[in-house]
Nanobody, 131 residues
Framework: QVHLVESGGGSVQSGGSLRLSCAATGHAHTRLDSYCFGWFRQAPGKEREGVSTINSNGSITTYADSVKGRFTISRDSAKNTLYLQMNSLKAADTAVYYC?????????????????????WGQGTQVTVSS
């Protein structure tokens, strides 16, 4: 089992920056370095969408077209923490942001940004961007 807890959400003005964190903990026999992670978001009345993903060693990242050049995903294996640095925020980025995890061996490259491919989820953190 993997337990995920997001933090760092809040309210910012358009053009501002925010960094989200996701603390990951697993059972004593769970190897977190074998898991892939992703950030997803969901706005009221809209479906959950993939934002960014990262592989086990951080060498491969994926971004939705809407956030390319503005968001950066990273992970710190020593701290078992996932990050999402968000710059140049705009009103369209307003949503609840979730981190998710899936054992990499079960995650195909074509499914990395699809929420149904992930097994473990955090509770979400609200990000609000005002004009």
């Amino acid at each position: 089992q993997v337990h995920l807890v997001e933090s760092g959400g809040g309210s910012v003005q358009s053009g501002g920056s925010l960094r989200l964190s996701c603390a990951a903990t697993g059972h004593a026999h769970t190897r977190l370095d074998s898991y892939c992670f992703g950030w997803f978001r969901q706005a009221p009345g809209k479906e959950r969408e993939g934002v960014s993903t990262i592989n086990s060693n951080g060498s491969i990242t994926t971004y939705a077209d809407s956030v390319k050049g503005r968001f950066t995903i990273s992970r710190d294996s020593a701290k078992n923490t996932l990050y999402l640095q968000m710059n140049s925020l705009k009103a369209a980025d307003t949503a609840v942001y979730y981190c998710a995890a899936q054992k990499c061996q079960y995650l195909d490259a074509s499914h990395r940004l699809r929420f149904i491919a992930y097994t473990y989820w955090g509770q979400g953190t609200q990000v609000t961007v005002s004009s």
